[in-house]
C-alpha cells in the first residue's frame, strides 16, 4: 500500500490509490438513473440492483474481480464513486447478492481468510465532501453474512485546513479470536515542513467497533494473522456473465 496520505478527488479509489475522475454536477445529470445510488440501499444489507446497473457498470469499465493468491473468488466490486459508489456482488450457493458499500464510495482494501469464512473491504469517500470515517463492510460464513461498521480518522486530522485528506491504509489483521489491528498514517504540519504520523487502531470483536486512533512512533513489523489481502483483477467473463445472467 502507499505510504503517504492522499486527498480525496472526485475519483475512482483502487485498491491502493486514488485515480481522478472525471465529473461535474452537469455530467452526473446526465447519467442515467439507473446507474445511480438507488433509494432504501444501505451498507452491509441486500441491495436490489437492475440488469441496467449492471451493464452500466460493464460498459464504463467499472466492474472488477478479486483473486487471493492467484484463485479467483465468487466475488465482484463495481466502483463508480462519482454516481452509485462501491458496491460488492457476491456469490453463494449460485446465488448472486448485492452489497452497496455508499454513496459515493470507493474500496481502499479488501482483505480475505484463505477460505473466504470472512471478508473485509475498507472504502472512504470518493468525492469530494464530509466524510471523515473510514467504511468498513465485513462478510462472515463463507459470504451468507454481511455488515458495516466505521473507523473514525484521528481527531486531529479533522480541521478545516485539511481538506479532503484521508490517512493511508498500510496493514491490517486478526488473530483467530477477532483481536485485530489495523494501521494508517498520514503526513501533518510540523514546523515550516511536515512529518510522517503513523497511528493504530485496535479491535476485540471481530471489528464491529475499533478504537480510536492512536499514535505510534513508527510503522510496525507485518502483522500477523487470519487474513491475507486480496487483489482485485480484470472481472472474469464468466462471472459477469453469471451475474448478468442472474440480474432480472
Known amino acids: 500500500m502507499h505510504t503517504t496520505s492522499h486527498t480525496v478527488f472526485a475519483g475512482l479509489l483502487l485498491i491502493s490509490s486514488l485515480l481522478p475522475v472525471s465529473g461535474c454536477a452537469g455530467e452526473i445529470l446526465k447519467t442515467d438513473v439507473a446507474a445511480l445510488w438507488q ?18 457498470l460493464i460498459k464504463n469499465n467499472d ?18 464513486p462519482a454516481e452509485s ?3 460488492l456482488f457476491a456469490k453463494r450457493d449460485n446465488v448472486w447478492q448485492a452489497y452497496p458499500i455508499a454513496d459515493g464510495s470507493a474500496v481502499l482494501a479488501a482483505y480475505s481468510t484463505p477460505s473466504l469464512n470472512r ?15 473510514y467504511i468498513v463492510l465485513q462478510g462472515k460464513n463463507q459470504l451468507s453474512d454481511f455488515s458495516c461498521t466505521t473507523v473514525h480518522l484521528p481527531a486531529e486530522l479533522n480541521r478545516p485546513n485539511w481538506g479532503n485528506h484521508y490517512p493511508g491504509l498500510h496493514d ?5 479470536q477477532g483481536r485485530g489491528t489495523l494501521i494508517t498514517a498520514a503526513y ?4 515550516s515542513g511536515e512529518r510522517k504520523q503513523w497511528y493504530q487502531y485496535s479491535s476485540n470483536d471481530w471489528g ?16 500477523s494473522g487470519i487474513f491475507q489481502p486480496m487483489t ?14 442472474s440480474t432480472p
Open 172 to 176: 491490517f489483521n486478526m488473530d483467530k
Open 208 to 223: 464491529s467497533s475499533w478504537s480510536e486512533a492512536r499514535k505510534i512512533p513508527a510503522m510496525p513489523a507485518k502483522l
Open 188 to 191: 501533518v504540519p510540523a514546523g
Open 39 to 56: 433509494p432504501g440501499w444501505q451498507c452491509g444489507q441486500v441491495g436490489r440492483v437492475s440488469k441496467a446497473f449492471v451493464n452500466s
Open 232 to 245: 482485485e483483477i480484470p472481472a472474469p467473463a464468466w462471472l459477469v456473465k453469471s451475474l448478468v445472467a
Open 85 to 87: 459508489g462501491a458496491i
Open 119 to 133: 471478508v473485509t473491504l475498507f472504502a472512504t469517500w470518493g468525492r469530494e465532501g464530509s466524510g471523515n470515517d
Open 63 to 80: 466492474l472488477h474481480g478479486y483473486s487471493l493468491k492467484g484463485v479467483t473468488l465468487p466475488l465482484l466490486i463495481g466502483q463508480n
